[in-house]
C-alpha cells in the first residue's frame, strides 16, 4: 500500500496507523470469508475507519500552513497586497503611496516596470519604505486569530534565500570568469548570458548585490582598451542596467564602483543607439536614490546625456529626458544642467513641438536659476510658451508652461509687455486661472496680479 504522507515525521501515528491498518485488513478477511456477516463485525469495521480518519485530520490540522489558515480565516482587504491577493509579511510604501508585499513589488519593479501597479501613476523613484502600521495592525491579526507571526514576517526572507540556489552560484561564478577572460568571444557569450539571465530573474541581480567586486569583474573586458567592441559594450552596459532595477542596495554599489559612471558617460558618447539608450536608462534608475543623484552630478555626465537629448534619436530622447528630469531634482544638478547648455537644447525642441510633455517638465525644474530665465528670454520663449498655455490640450504641459512664465514674469521686467498683449488678444492667463490645475491656477492669479500692479504704477505716475 502506498504511503499517505500524513503519519510519516511522527514515530507514535506510524505505529498508530498500522495497527488501525491490520485491524482493518482483519475485518476484510473475515468480510470475504464469511457468508454470514454479523452486525458487530460490520460496526467493527466502522470504529477502526472512523479511528483512522480521526487520527489522519488530527495530523493535518496540527500540520497545517499559514497558507492553509489565510484560505479559511477572513483576512481584512487592507492587509492583503493588490499584487498577490495574500496577507502581506513585509508591507512596504511604493513612490505612488499605495502599500505592497515587499517581495511581490520587488518582482514587478525588477522586471522593467516604472509605475504603479495599482494606480498606474509614473514612479518618481523606486524606493520602498517599510509600512510599520499596517505590519503592527497585521502582527496584532495574527495573534488575535492565533497565526504564527514569527513565520508571517520571515517567510518572505526564506523565499529569497531559496531564489538562489547553489547551481545558480555556479553558472554566476563561472560567466564572471569568463567574462574576465582575455579571449573576446569568451567575453561577448558571457556577457550575452548574464544580460538574459539578469533580465529574466531576481536572483541573478541579487547575486550581483552581494559583494562591489562582482560588479568590477563585469566590467573588467571595458577597462582596458580604447576601443571596446559594439556587441560586447551594448551587453554589460544592459547588465549593469537590470542590476540597478533590482533594489536600493544594488544602486548604492553600482552607483560607489569608481569604474561605473566614467563607463556609462563613455557608452553614452560613442556606443551604439540601444547602448546609448540604455546607458541612459541606468542613469536614471541609479539616480533613484538621492545620494547618487549628488554623486552622478559630480561626474559631468549631463553634458554627454543633453548632447545625447540634442541629437534627438527618438529610440534614446525619452530615457534621456527621464536621467536629465531624475538628476535635476537635485538642486546643484540644474546649475550644471543649464552650464552644459540644457536650455537651449530643451528650448529648440519644444519650440519645434517635439517631445513637449518629457521636456517642458526639465525646463520648468531649470528655471529656477537666473541664468535660464535669461536664456529663455534670449531664445524668445514667452512666444511659445503662452502658444502651449494657449493651446494645448494637456493640462500638465499647460501647467508647467504658467509656471516658467511666472518665474520669467517676476524676474525679468521686460517680458511684461509680451504677456500683457497675449492676454488682451486671447485672455489665456485668465482662462487658465480658472480651468487650470490648482497649481497653474495659482501661477496665472500670481502673474495676474503682478501684470495688474504694474498697471497702476503706469497709471499713478
Same mark, same amino acid.
Given at each position: ?13 506510524? !505505529? ?17 470469508? @464469511? ?11 466502522? @470504529? ?58 520587488? $518582482? ?17 523613484? #523606486? ?6 502600521? /499596517? ?22 526572507? *526564506? +523565499?529569497?534565500?531559496?531564489?538562489? %540556489? ?35 530573474? %531576481? ?12 560588479? #568590477? ?25 537590470? /542590476?540597478?532595477?533590482?533594489? @536600493?542596495? =544594488? $544602486? ?22 540601444? #547602448? ?29 546625456? /543633453? ?5 534627438? =534619436?527618438?529610440?534614446? /530622447? $525619452?530615457?534621456?529626458?527621464? !536621467?536629465?528630469? #531624475? ?28 517631445? *513637449? ?15 535660464? *530665465? ?7 520663449? *514667452? ?40 492676454? +488682451? ?37
Amino acid at each position: 500500500m502506498a504511503k499517505t504522507g500524513v503519519f510519516d515525521s511522527d514515530p507514535t501515528a506510524i !505505529a498508530k496507523a498500522k495497527e488501525l491498518k491490520r485491524e482493518m485488513r482483519k475485518f476484510l478477511i473475515k468480510i470475504e470469508d @464469511d457468508d454470514d456477516l454479523g452486525v458487530q463485525t460490520i460496526d467493527q469495521l466502522q @470504529d477502526a475507519l472512523s479511528a483512522f480518519r480521526e487520527a489522519t485530520m488530527r495530523k493535518i490540522a496540527k500540520s497545517s500552513s499559514l497558507e492553509m489558515l489565510e484560505t479559511t480565516l477572513p483576512c481584512p482587504q487592507d492587509f492583503r497586497c493588490p499584487l498577490s491577493n495574500e496577507l502581506m509579511r513585509d508591507p512596504v510604501v511604493l513612490a505612488s503611496g499605495q502599500t505592497y508585499d515587499k517581495l511581490f513589488i520587488q $518582482k514587478w519593479l525588477s522586471s522593467g516596470n516604472r509605475t504603479c501597479p495599482k494606480t498606474q501613476q509614473v514612479l518618481p523613484h #523606486t524606493a520602498l519604505t517599510p509600512n510599520l502600521l /499596517i505590519r503592527d495592525m497585521i502582527s496584532k491579526w495574527c495573534k488575535k486569530i492565533g497565526l504564527d507571526t514569527k513565520n508571517q514576517f520571515n517567510s518572505n526572507l *526564506v +523565499n529569497e534565500e531559496e531564489a538562489v %540556489t547553489r547551481s545558480d552560484r555556479e553558472i554566476f561564478n563561472s560567466l564572471l570568469c569568463k567574462v574576465s577572460s582575455s579571449i573576446l568571444q569568451d567575453q561577448k557569450s558571457a556577457a550575452k548570458e548574464l544580460r538574459l539571465l539578469t533580465r529574466k530573474g %531576481t536572483e541573478f541581480r541579487a547575486l550581483f548585490g552581494e559583494s562591489p567586486d562582482e560588479i #568590477t569583474r563585469l566590467l573588467n573586458p571595458l577597462l582596458h582598451g580604447s576601443n571596446p567592441d559594439e556587441n560586447l559594450q551594448e551587453d554589460v552596459v544592459t547588465t549593469l542596467l537590470n /542590476i540597478s532595477i533590482h533594489d @536600493d542596495n =544594488n $544602486k548604492k554599489l553600482v552607483c560607489e564602483n569608481p569604474n561605473v559612471i566614467p563607463l556609462l558617460i563613455d557608452a553614452l558618447r560613442r556606443g551604439t543607439v540601444a #547602448t546609448r539608450s540604455n546607458a541612459a536608462a541606468a542613469v536614471f534608475t541609479l539616480s533613484a536614490l538621492d545620494s547618487n543623484k549628488v554623486l552622478i552630478g559630480k561626474s559631468g555626465i549631463l553634458k554627454p546625456l /543633453i548632447d545625447l537629448l540634442e541629437e534627438g =534619436n527618438p529610440l534614446a /530622447i $525619452k530615457d534621456v529626458a527621464a !536621467a536629465i528630469f #531624475t538628476l535635476c531634482i537635485a538642486h546643484e544638478n540644474r546649475s550644471r544642467a543649464v552650464r552644459d547648455g540644457a536650455v537651449r537644447v530643451l528650448g529648440k525642441k519644444i519650440s519645434n513641438g517635439l517631445y *513637449v510633455d518629457e521636456l517642458l517638465a526639465i525646463l520648468a525644474m531649470l528655471v529656477t536659476h537666473w541664468k535660464a *530665465v535669461e536664456e529663455l528670454g534670449e531664445l524668445g520663449g *514667452v512666444s511659445w510658451l503662452l502658444k502651449i498655455t494657449r493651446e494645448s490640450e494637456c493640462k500638465r504641459n499647460k501647467e508647467n508652461a504658467i509656471v516658467i512664465l511666472h518665474t520669467i514674469c517676476f524676474s525679468d521686467r521686460t517680458k511684461w509687455k509680451e504677456i500683457k498683449e497675449e492676454e +488682451n488678444a486671447h485672455g489665456t492667463i485668465t482662462k487658465l486661472s480658472r480651468e487650470g490645475t490648482s497649481r497653474a491656477q495659482r501661477k496665472a492669479n500670481g502673474i495676474l496680479d503682478r501684470l495688474r500692479k504694474a498697471m497702476n504704477l503706469t497709471h499713478t505716475a
